[in-house]
């Protein structure tokens, strides 16, 4: 079965612009995870959604939103772009929850602002 | 909180060396764990998991993990480290239950395979 797709895979955008990134989960897949990865921080959570509800938040500013859709698709905006956004942008998607089961996670989106 | 702390930032082996990769976690109970594998501009692969029952666990790559509750660790090893095996490695803890839905992560080991 297809795996975890990630759109797209690189963006270059500018300070103070805004950015929406997405994921597509696996068949059948309901929980979608956000995680945030620089070379400084490590994997860091940002939101998780199932059926289209946010059931967790991590510590992110504002800026930082998501949603699912009934498809479980998902996406996740950031607005006003700050120099610090630069990272990986990586999603899991699993079957009822990353934490309990199986987390297959996509390639990523590699964003970087300048 | 939970909590993952890896200690080896960066591990060099020789091929066919013995491996073991540390993780400690901080959790009330005992949680879910996981070691996941990342290759340069990949996402993240799990290699194995512990949910509960026998405290070594095989996984994927050849690769095993024991959960010592004693000593809050599972520590990932492999008998011998092929070349294909250098890649970024990660302990991540889950919540039992899965009540709050997320993976904390570990700061990550890079392994380096020399010939």
């Known amino acids: 079965k297809a795996g975890v797709t990630q759109t797209p895979r690189y963006l270059i955008k500018t300070r103070g612009q805004q950015v929406t990134l997405s994921c597509s989960p696996i068949s059948g897949h309901r929980s979608v995870s956000w995680y945030q990865q620089t070379p400084g921080q490590g994997l860091q959570f940002l939101f998780e959604y199932f059926s289209e509800t946010q059931r967790n938040k991590g510590n992110f500013p504002g800026r930082f939103s998501g949603r699912q859709f009934s498809n479980s698709r998902s996406e996740m905006n950031v607005s006003t772009l700050e120099l610090g956004d630069s990272a990986l942008y990586l999603c899991a998607s699993s079957l009822v929850a990353v934490s309990s089961t199986e987390a297959f996670f996509g390639q990523g989106t590699r964003l970087t602002v300048v | 909180a939970q909590s993952v702390t890896q200690p080896d930032i960066h591990i060099t082996v020789s091929e066919g060396a013995s491996l073991e990769l540390r993780c400690n976690y901080s959790?009330?109970?005992?949680?879910?764990l996981f070691w996941y594998v990342q290759s340069p501009g990949q996402g993240l692969q799990l290699l194995l998991k512990?949910?509960?029952?026998?405290?070594l666990v095989q996984g994927i790559k050849g690769f095993e993990a024991e959960f010592k509750r004693s000593q809050s660790s599972f520590n990932l090893r492999k008998p011998s480290v092929h070349w294909s095996d250098a890649a970024e490695y990660f302990c991540?803890?889950?919540?039992?239950?899965?009540?709050?839905?997320?993976?904390?992560f570990g700061k990550g080991t890079l392994l380096t395979v020399n010939p």
């Open positions: 959790y009330g109970a005992t949680p879910y």
């Open positions: 512990y949910f509960s029952g026998d405290t």
């Open positions: 991540a803890v889950g919540a039992r239950g899965g009540s709050n839905y997320k993976l904390t």
